[in-house]
């Protein structure tokens, strides 16, 4: 009798909801697009960090950007650009591409920064008899501008308001510079008269047995960055390349030719500036010897044709030439203006 009736109790355990059951708690609201444990209700309202995909936008065409924030909403998401709703594509919570229709209103640019400080002298600290100098006015036109030393903020730009909206908040400002496409009213060119000094000896063949120019690996210039200015209605492409072509004036055509990535574009100067690592890789030094697309690389093979014809220079002389370039970007060449003298001495 007992062994039926503790195997009847196991089955009654089994039956009855004395179990354990794990289950995981889940940390955010999908339907809300907020965290669930969150330290209050500010932390639910949303925020504009910044932006990707376009150096800004152009108000006469459409413009898509990815903007990168905290705290969108997955089904209640509105943006606001320039006063227009704009069609939003939501990735995550705290990224989406958004469509900014043409027509959009912008905010003018302000030259001058606004002073908060009173002409009025102030007081002295306690314990000092001596006041302090008054403070100098904000700028005025014919100074100098208030943000050239890079300490007093301004903004000299025209700018496009964004706003962000979930049943949160709204966030706030956020200001994206407007960046118009060409139309033709300007035309790239090198900012300065650059010259570039190369240096090059001769030598033996091992192969051919004949003269050959072994270009030296330092180079002599009066710069350290080397600009193209862009007009102000310039839209940076996103990608492109810059087509280079030296040229003998004596001869009268081209040489060599010689091919490097766009370099960064500096918004604040409106050029495209190629120094540091980026202008000694172009003229090519130890790190990217003269084999490689370099312009000592470019120039050698000429070099070596003067030789073979004995058109040389003779040694302590130089070989003019002039180096032009060309900016190519979505199928499209942008010639620049200029040129840029290069002298290979013979040592």
């Known amino acids: 009798m007992l062994r039926p009736l503790l195997r009847r109790v196991e089955q009654l355990d089994r039956e009855l909801?004395?179990?354990?059951?794990?289950?995981?708690?889940?940390?955010?609201?999908?339907?809300?697009?907020?965290?669930?444990?969150?330290?209050?209700?500010?932390?639910?309202?949303?925020?504009?960090?910044?932006?990707?995909?376009?150096?800004?936008?152009?108000?006469?065409?459409?413009?898509?950007?990815?903007?990168?924030?905290?705290?969108?909403?997955?089904?209640?998401?509105s943006l606001i650009a320039g006063g227009r709703p704009v069609p939003i594509t939501l990735i995550s919570r705290e990224v989406l591409r958004a469509d900014i229709p043409p027509g959009v209103a912008t905010l003018p640019a302000m030259p001058q920064a606004v002073s908060l400080a009173s002409p009025e002298e102030l007081p002295p600290p306690a314990g000092s008899p001596e006041r302090l100098p008054a403070p100098q006015p904000a700028a005025t036109?014919?100074?100098?501008?208030?943000?050239?030393?890079?300490?007093?903020?301004?903004?000299?730009?025209?700018?496009?308001?964004?706003?962000?909206?979930?049943?949160?908040?709204?966030?706030?400002?956020?200001?994206?510079?407007?960046?118009?496409?060409?139309?033709?009213?300007?035309?790239?060119?090198?900012?300065?008269?650059?010259q570039i000094d190369l240096a090059y000896?001769?030598?033996?063949?091992?192969?051919?047995?004949?003269?050959?120019?072994?270009?030296?690996?330092?180079?002599?210039?009066?710069?350290?960055?080397?600009?193209?200015?862009?007009?102000?209605?310039?839209?940076?492409?996103?990608?492109?390349?810059?087509?280079?072509?030296?040229?003998?004036?004596?001869?009268?055509?081209?040489?060599?030719?010689?091919?490097?990535?766009?370099?960064?574009?500096?918004?604040?100067?409106?050029?495209?500036?190629?120094?540091?690592?980026d202008l000694r890789n172009f003229v090519g030094d130890t790190s990217r010897p003269a084999t490689d697309k370099t312009l000592r690389g470019a120039i050698k093979p000429y070099l070596d044709a003067l030789l073979a014809a004995d058109a040389a220079p003779a040694v302590g002389e130089s070989l003019e030439l002039n180096l032009t370039a060309t900016l190519f970007a979505e199928s499209r060449d942008l010639p620049v203006g200029g040129s840029i003298r290069v002298s290979a001495q013979r040592r």
Not at 45 to 54: K, N, R, S, V
Not at 141 to 163: F, I, K, Q, T, Y
Not at 185 to 192: C, E, N, Q, T, V
Request: charged share 15%; with cysteine; proline share 9%.
């Open 17 to 77: 909801p004395l179990q354990s059951l794990t289950s995981q708690l889940p940390y955010e609201n999908t339907a809300g697009g907020f965290e669930l444990f969150s330290a209050g209700t500010t932390a639910l309202a949303p925020e504009l960090l910044g932006w990707y995909g376009a150096p800004g936008i152009n108000p006469d065409s459409s413009t898509s950007l990815y903007l990168i924030g905290r705290g969108f909403s997955v089904h209640d998401t």
């Open 141 to 194: 036109a014919g100074s100098s501008p208030p943000c050239a030393d890079g300490l007093a903020l301004c903004n000299s730009r025209e700018m496009v308001d964004l706003h962000l909206a979930t049943p949160y908040g709204v966030t706030a400002h956020m200001l994206v510079p407007v960046v118009r496409e060409s139309r033709g009213s300007g035309r790239l060119a090198f900012a300065d008269s650059y």
């Open 201 to 277: 000896t001769t030598g033996k063949s091992t192969a051919a047995n004949a003269e050959v120019a072994r270009v030296d690996e330092f180079y002599g210039a009066a710069f350290d960055a080397l600009a193209i200015a862009v007009p102000d209605d310039f839209l940076p492409p996103g990608k492109g390349v810059l087509n280079f072509t030296l040229t003998d004036p004596s001869a009268g055509q081209p040489v060599a030719v010689l091919a490097v990535p766009l370099p960064p574009f500096d918004t604040l100067r409106k050029a495209y500036v190629l120094t540091g690592a």
